[in-house]
């Protein structure tokens, strides 16, 4: 879409209004048919082509395969507490790509319902074809009534200088008691023959203030699919040419929003015979469309066309991208415009069509199949209807039209009234049981849609037999029925998540005026994103299954059992550091399924160097402890030895007396007990010190 210079607001209303009229998603297109289509599967209505009497039963493949692959898509995103990485471009950015991790998380969590969030947009996605969100700066204004009294000169000069403030009402009036004591001073002065002093009295005040704030944040909102347009032939919103918010709103919020009252006074009405079925479906309206317009002016519906469109304003022959406001049916009026940067939108498909906007959804996989299933199952409860409930072949021989009544009359264990001997005049119809047939079909029906979708009766949990399997067999239909599922939460990642958290990194550099107190990890951190740079690299954290998580914790483990060997040699050279353990615990503890690490561990970088110095190094305390076990041991040993050496003492003594004495009774010869026990005496004194000079607090003497 090429536009020549566009010079006056007649010419805007007549292209845009064109373009409006000619996009996606617009009021009768296919597209709308399309999901509306889907939402009627998803919520298992009827056909349509149900015949009174029969069956009307309706399978619900479409609600069970989405239904199950959402908790599976919302675990991958939320299972940490950052959705997004922002790396840095320089090591003097680590420190400010960290806290952008951090802080758009936490606005995307805190400041806006990010779980809702993820959960309106994706379930979109998956049964809408596309999920698109919006997401800006909302600035607004809080105008509050004050009133204080008794304010000094200070606490008065302090309040007024607020940007904020308005003053409405002031009083001020003297401090009570001030008068008298300035008049004691003046005549203390006259008394002495002195000049009167220049004293000012102090001052109270009494003030009624208007205080206005003025408070901006990012807000995020899910665009319901049918208030969203696009031109027909684009691939992106990013690329396009043309896209548009389509929505009502009241002649007061369109005041609110600060548009010229002379136009919003003059806007055409809602019209109620024009209406959108994707709504009606979706609010389970069977009634007239309902008439918006109490006939309240303010409250009036009016249509409202936020559009973002490549146009030539300015006359230079090149196009640039304006936000134009435009309200009316038909025939529109022109509200505002300015020149904007991107448009606000971010949209995701789980199947992306290459070169098209739009992708398929998971509920076009499996709509046909639904209809097949329940035809089969209509069938099948039909067939055994008739099995328990047979029909007759009647002869009109010996049959009376109390006979005919009673077997019309369909009841369980019911008479029928005959008259004499009857034979073969009623004999009993049974349809042909299709039983085996029919579930060879509902199987065969089952194992289409698990091809398409990846969703198995294996990971539904809703096989019997899934025990006889092999376990290699059963590990290869689980692994590829989740790879399906986390190709679809990478297009997601890759396609809206990054985008989205790109843009809240975009708003608050730009709009975001003062430094802002959040909380994280128990502490107050202010986060002032104005230096930020907005080119940073992004990854987003895309979780993993069950299956994965135990595979990635195994391995982690390993990880974390070398890297403490690395630290216990050492550090290898500086190969491994204690914030490389606390790294892979914090992943670790991540794999684990729980929000943060900050419970279990600390990280050794937090604090200041003399803490860090203070806090010793977890290798040499374990040094340490193996120091004192061998210093215990070797108390033990000595013991031990100091003990057997005084048995052995014992045990000598008693021999040197037994000797002595067998000596003297053999020889008549005297022993000096007493010498020899003295020299041994002296011996064993030089080993008791030898072992007494042994360490004992673990260090070398």
């Known amino acids: 879409m090429a536009y020549r210079s566009i010079t006056t607001d007649h010419e805007l209303k007549a292209i845009l209004g064109r373009e409006i009229r000619n996009s996606l998603g617009y009021i009768g297109g296919e597209l709308s048919e399309a999901r509306r289509e889907a939402h009627e599967y998803y919520m298992g209505e009827p056909f349509g082509d149900e015949v009174e009497g029969r069956s009307q039963v309706v399978s619900t493949d479409v609600a069970d395969v989405i239904e199950w692959i959402m908790p599976s898509l919302l675990k991958i995103f939320t299972s940490g507490d950052k959705v997004v990485n922002f790396a840095p471009e320089g090591p003097e950015d680590i420190e400010q790509a960290e806290q952008a991790s951090e802080y758009t998380a936490w606005i995307f969590n805190r400041d806006n319902p990010g779980f809702q969030i993820l959960y309106t947009w994706f379930k979109d ?78 001052l109270l005040h009494d003030v009624k203030v208007k205080r206005t704030k003025t408070d901006g944040r990012v807000q995020i909102e899910p665009v319901p699919p049918e208030e969203f347009l696009i031109e027909r032939r684009a691939k992106s919103v990013e690329s396009s040419n043309f896209c548009a918010h389509r929505v009502r709103k009241t002649r007061s919020e369109l005041l609110e929003m600060g548009f010229d009252r002379k136009v919003v006074e003059t806007l055409p009405t809602y019209n109620s015979d024009e209406y959108n079925e994707e709504v009606v479906q979706r609010h389970d309206d069977t009634e007239d469309w309902v008439d918006y317009n109490s006939g309240d002016h303010a409250s009036d519906q009016i249509w409202l066309y936020e559009c973002y469109a490549r146009l030539d304003l300015n006359g230079d022959g090149k196009t640039e991208l304006w936000q ?48 097949i299933k329940s035809t089969v199952l209509r069938q099948l409860l039909d067939n055994m209807y008739g099995q328990n409930n047979n029909g007759h072949i009647v002869s009109e021989d010996g049959i009376t039209e109390d006979t005919l009544d009673d077997l019309l009359t369909n009841r369980v264990n019911r008479i029928v009234r005959v008259r004499g001997h009857v034979g073969n005049a009623i004999t009993p119809m049974s349809p042909t049981p299709i039983m085996q047939h029919c579930m060879g079909v509902l199987e065969y029906v089952d194992t289409i849609r698990e091809n398409r979708t990846g969703v198995t009766k294996y990971n539904q949990g809703l096989d019997a037999d899934s025990l006889n399997k092999t376990a290699q067999g059963m590990n290869q239909i689980l692994s590829q029925a989740q790879m399906r599922v986390e190709l679809v939460a990478r297009v997601f990642a890759e396609t809206g998540v990054k985008g989205l958290f790109r843009q809240i990194l975009e708003l608050i550099n730009k709009h975001q005026r003062k430094p802002r107190m959040i909380q994280l990890r128990q502490e107050f951190v202010p986060m002032d994103p104005s230096g930020w740079s907005t080119k940073m690299d992004m990854t987003v954290n895309v979780g993993l299954g069950t299956g994965d998580k135990e595979r990635m914790v195994m391995m982690l483990m390993q990880l974390l059992g070398l890297q403490k060997e690395g630290l216990a040699a050492g550090g290898v050279g500086g190969l491994v550091t204690p914030k490389h353990l606390y790294n892979t615990l914090e992943k670790l503890v991540e794999s684990m399924g729980l929000k943060t690490i900050d419970p279990y561990f600390g990280d050794p970088e937090e604090g200041d160097g003399q803490q860090q110095q203070q806090q010793p190094d977890p290798m040499m305390q374990a040094t340490m402890m193996q120091m004192q076990l061998e210093q215990g041991r070797l108390e033990l040993d000595r013991e031990k030895m100091l003990r057997q050496d005084d048995l052995d003492r014992d045990k000598l003594d008693a021999d040197i007396a037994l000797r002595a004495a067998e000596i003297q009774a053999k020889h008549g010869q005297a022993v000096d007990v007493a010498a020899i026990k003295g020299a041994i005496d002296l011996d064993r004194e030089s080993l008791r010190a030898m072992s007494q000079a042994m360490p004992t607090n673990g260090a070398p003497q």
Not at 142 to 165: A, G, M, P, R
Not at 185 to 192: I, K, Y
């Open 125 to 202: 996605a998956l049964l809408s074809k596309n999920g698109v969100v919006k997401v800006y700066w909302d600035e607004k204004e809080e105008t509050s009534t004050e009133t204080y009294s008794k304010l000094t000169e200070e606490e008065f000069d302090e309040l007024v200088l607020s940007d904020e403030i308005e003053v409405d009402e002031h009083t001020a009036y003297p401090e009570p008691g001030a008068e008298e004591q300035l008049a004691q001073v003046q005549v203390d002065a006259a008394l002495n023959g002195q000049p009167q002093p220049q004293i000012a009295l102090p």
């Open 324 to 371: 134009v406001f435009m309200a009316g049916e038909e025939s529109y009026e022109v509200l505002d415009k300015e020149q904007v940067d991107k448009a606000p939108f971010e949209s995701i498909t789980p199947i992306i069509m290459p070169h098209r906007w739009h992708g398929r959804s998971i509920a076009e996989l499996i709509m046909d199949l639904q209809r």
